[in-house]
RNA sequence: CGGGGUAUAGCGUAGUCCGGUUAUCGCGCCUGCUUUGGGAGCAGGAGGUCGGGUGUUCGAAUCACCCUACCCCGACCA
């Protein structure tokens, strides 16, 4: 008897538990970033409407939303490579398989996880529906690009042929293949987008100084646009690019103490060259092999953008990539409170736009003013402008910053211009923020127990290495932690390598990675 | 690609162990009224090849086999 009643009470409470749960789920609020991170940051992408999981494995769709973060990231970044002597070219997605073989290493990295085109031509079966036509086979078959050094390069053999050619400064924006087999939306995807500079030069100086200024380019734009502080410098021969012969890279701190690649510049020396026979005249008339660069970025720096800024509210975007910067948020009863607040809210539009800002009018009425706001923050929109009927009598809007969560009052006054000014506020508070954070998560480690416990905890870990690939690899087994970029911005000191105890140079950094 | 898990309406789910009327609930959606300064309330309504296929059975969301997709953990990687 006793145990019917207990049995029932159970039910009662796990219905009720239930019961809660459905409404958690339905309020669009996010998994908190201490319970659960991967989950938060599915959760985020999600609800944000940044992107979703397609019918195709590994391969998403990306929302309009989303796209329009990458829009901007595109429009400043394109701006900058043209500011730098750069020109946009597009170069086919599909590779002839005998081009990958030219390059030894290249191939080595990338074999593993390229699609491949095989048939040209499908055709109706009559019991299996449509097939493969057998009778379509490739002569030669088809590489979709997983990047595209192979079929450049075979091109700019034709383009150079004197000194008075080069430099060869090109960048392309496409999308590329690489057949992953864990993917996570932005981070890792088995499609995506992204640009990919390659150039051309006639001396290994010239070649080096574009790779640096790339990267100074791409640091550039982690710290002003994406208010994402990164480590600058170069990676370890054992996590170089495969074709290349120095890869330099800037590397992030995500919030749950894992690395972030975010851009990678890679000086190719004569490699591709000799594979692909690009060669020119020098002015004393002998030939010499073309020094190359290759750089990109890619949709993955809204993944960074992501996990940078964001926090258990949503999407926190920097002003300078917020698709919408200042979202307006009428609220009203009535029709005539309606128009009224309409009117004022034009004004301010017009006010913002003259300032280059990028500004929305809420005025949906098949929602409340509160539904709109918990959306925006969910959105990550900077500033949020709400007017009522109280301001219109007083001259007043409540002003929201996304950041920081805190709101005031201000006269109408002079409004473009204070928010013009909170704009700026916002993007240093969030590049303060997050330099912040991987400075409190930065850490030294002098002997192998503690350089485990600290990489166990997460962060950068500076430590000791004594420059073999061997102790490298050893290190990872073992913590999972790898060489993330033996940056430039550390000085050179002596040392014992923290897991072999032989002479070291300097400290490189170290952290487990996406 | 290995190991584990999941798949029921747009989303989140109950039911599956132990096969049996018309498949449960919440959110969302539609209509109406009342609401609107932080995710509105009430009333009514629509929406399902139970991931796909094959089999077992009088009868399958439920059992068996195969396939597919997704999630978590490893190996690989921007």
């Not at 926090?311 to 609220?331: K, M, S, T």
């Amino acid at each position: 008897m006793l145990c019917v009643i207990k049995h029932c009470v159970i039910l009662y409470f796990l219905k009720k538990i239930q019961r809660l749960y459905q409404t958690y789920n339905m309020a669009k609020e996010l998994t908190p970033r201490s319970e659960n991170y991967s989950q938060w940051y599915n959760d985020l992408v999600t609800k944000a409407d940044l992107a979703e999981n397609s019918a195709v494995r590994g391969s998403m769709v990306i929302k309009p939303y989303g796209y329009a973060i990458w829009e901007k990231m595109q429009q400043v970044l394109d701006g900058m490579f043209k500011e730098t002597g750069h020109q946009n070219a597009y170069f086919p997605l599909f590779i002839p398989k005998s081009f990958f073989s030219k390059e030894a290493s290249h191939v080595e990295g990338f074999a593993k996880e390229c699609a491949v085109v095989t048939h040209y031509r499908l055709k109706a079966d009559e019991k299996l529906g449509i097939i493969v036509d057998p009778d379509a086979k490739l002569e030669e078959e088809l590489i979709v690009r997983p990047t595209s050094e192979t079929i450049i390069w075979d091109t700019y053999r034709r383009w150079v042929q004197s000194y008075r050619d080069l430099p060869i400064l090109i960048n392309q924006w496409a999308n590329v293949v690489r057949w992953e087999m864990r993917t996570r939306l932005f981070l890792r995807t088995a499609e995506f987008l992204w640009q990919e500079g390659h150039t051309a030069h006639a001396t290994e100086r010239e070649a080096i100084a574009e790779a640096e200024q790339m990267l100074r380019v791409y640091a550039t734009f982690a710290r002003e646009y994406m208010a994402m502080p990164v480590l600058t410098g170069v990676k370890s021969p054992n996590e170089r690019f495969a074709g290349a012969v120095e890869t330099y890279c800037i590397e992030a701190l995500m919030q749950d103490g894992k690395a972030l690649q975010a851009g990678t510049s890679h000086f190719l020396g004569q490699n591709f060259a000799k594979a692909f026979d690009v060669k020119f005249v020098n002015k004393e008339n002998t030939q010499e092999y073309v020094w190359a660069t290759s750089w990109g970025v890619s949709t993955r720096l809204i993944g960074a953008l992501i996990m940078a800024h964001s926090d258990d509210n949503g999407l926190v975007l920097p002003p300078r990539l917020a698709p919408i910067q200042v979202v307006i948020v009428p609220i009203f009863k009535k029709e005539e409170e309606f128009a009224a607040i309409t009117e004022r809210v034009q004004e301010v539009m017009k006010e913002l736009r003259k300032r280059g800002i990028t500004v929305k009018y809420d005025d949906r009425d098949t929602h409340k003013p509160g539904f709109k706001f918990a959306e925006w923050e969910m959105k990550g929109v900077p500033v949020r402008l709400a007017i009522g009927p109280r301001d219109l009598e007083k001259g007043t809007v409540e002003v929201a910053r996304r950041d920081t969560l805190e709101k005031e009052t201000l006269q109408f006054i002079h409004i473009a211009e204070k928010i013009e000014h909170l704009l700026e506020k916002i993007q240093e508070n969030i590049y303060q923020k997050a330099f912040d954070y991987r400075e409190q998560n930065t850490f030294k480690a002098d002997n192998w127990e503690d350089f485990k416990t600290k990489i166990e905890a997460g962060g950068f870990v500076l430590a000791h290495w004594d420059g073999t690939t061997e102790t490298e690899i050893r290190i990872k087994e073992e913590t999972k932690a790898t060489i993330r970029v033996i940056a430039d911005n550390i000085a050179p000191e002596t040392g014992k390598c923290v897991y072999s105890g032989n002479e070291s140079k300097r400290r490189v950094v170290f952290a487990k990675a996406y």
